[in-house]
């Protein structure tokens, strides 16, 4: 019974990146809102940003709300990317855990700001270039969201988020509301084995001044586990409203409790001639009893470097033992073989 609930559910989702063109063409860059598709969190950014079947962190709010029914305990989850062209995001989730068949909710913010940008004239006078400065102006993203995930069996998990979202460029703005929705099922518990789909920013929005605006529309399956002790394997495919679609490819080691390594690439089918380094990322995380810190950074050839910073808490269980389950250093969940 659990496996038809699962098929049924995954298979659902699977058909929306399946629907014509209309929806899923080759219409590079014609989405607004592209903050959305930045990554958000440092270990997700790490691994290549293949999260979406990843358990127990709260960072997965950002790739498939579903995984906030996996917490053990409730989170809370700061970052800061230092983005290219004076660019910066800051973002912040919080996910309050409930135990067995309790709803799981959680909050989440993203703003992204750009610093002043030199406003630019046309001229008639003939003289220069034909333009001329005339001021400056700013910009800014901001996504605020509400989520609730809850288990519909054991291994089944269903969550959504539902967000308002605003896009302001000088005196020009636009306001959208979307959901997320997404599933995750264990497929083993010996070695952490998850499949996870969601469909993201599914909604509408009000005019740019006078153009329409599309969200960008998104379509996320991946599965990840712990084939070895210590080891952490993500992949997810990730189709959005106007690309080609992408697979992304995480690895994470955490040879001491206290310390991770990861790694990660994205290939994309539609992919920006950034460099050859551009599709990589590499991180680190740190943890210290309830604490832990976690940076990834990704290159862009001649844009830059950006830089991600998370800064985590994970509070302790309400009843303050978990007897029957124990956390893996990659922050999965197994159940104890001695109890």
């Known amino acids: 019974m659990k496996s038809r609930i699962f098929g049924v559910c995954y298979i659902g989702l699977l058909s929306f990146v399946m629907t014509p ?8 860059g014609t989405a607004s809102f592209s903050f959305l598709n930045l990554p958000v969190g440092a270990r997700a ?27 053990v305990a409730s989170q809370i989850s700061f970052q800061h990317l230092t983005y290219v062209a004076d660019v910066d995001q800051e973002a912040f989730m919080y996910g309050d855990a ?4 309790g709803i799981s909710w959680g909050l989440s913010t993203n703003y992204l ?20 400065e005339n001021g400056t102006f700013s910009t800014y993203d901001l996504a605020m969201g509400v989520s609730a995930a809850r288990p519909v069996t054991d291994d089944l998990k269903v969550g959504t988020t539902v967000k308002l979202i ?9 306001s959208a509301g979307a959901i997320d929705a997404g599933i995750l099922y264990r497929l083993n518990e010996e070695h952490a084995w998850n499949a996870g789909a969601a469909v993201e920013n599914l909604g509408f929005a009000s005019k740019f001044a006078d153009a329409a605006v599309k969200l960008p529309t998104s379509f996320r399956a991946g599965l990840s586990g712990q084939p070895f002790a210590q080891w952490l394997l993500s992949t997810d495919y990730v189709k959005r409203v106007d690309t080609q679609g992408e697979f992304d490819i995480g690895a994470e080691v955490s040879p001491r409790r206290l310390f991770s390594m990861r790694v990660g690439y994205r290939y994309q089918l539609t992919n920006p001639d950034l460099g050859g380094l551009s599709n990589f990322s590499a991180g680190i995380g740190l943890r210290f009893k309830q604490m832990s810190f976690d940076y990834a950074f990704i290159p862009l050839g001649d844009l830059g470097i950006t830089h991600h910073i998370s800064v985590n808490y994970r509070f302790r269980p309400k009843d303050d033992a978990l007897p029957d389950q124990q956390e893996t250093p990659a922050g999965n969940v197994l159940r104890n073989p001695h109890s």
């Open 21 to 28: 063109k209309a929806l899923f063409g080759d219409t590079s």
């Open 45 to 71: 950014t790490a691994m290549g940003q293949a999260f979406g079947s990843v358990p127990n962190d709260v960072q997965g709010l950002a790739y498939n709300p579903a995984s906030l029914a996996t917490l």
């Open 98 to 101: 409930k135990r067995d068949d």
């Open 113 to 132: 700001r750009v610093g002043d940008i030199t406003r630019t004239v046309a001229t008639t006078d003939g003289a220069g270039d034909g333009f001329t």
């Open 166 to 174: 605003h896009e302001s460029l000088s005196d020009a703005s636009s």
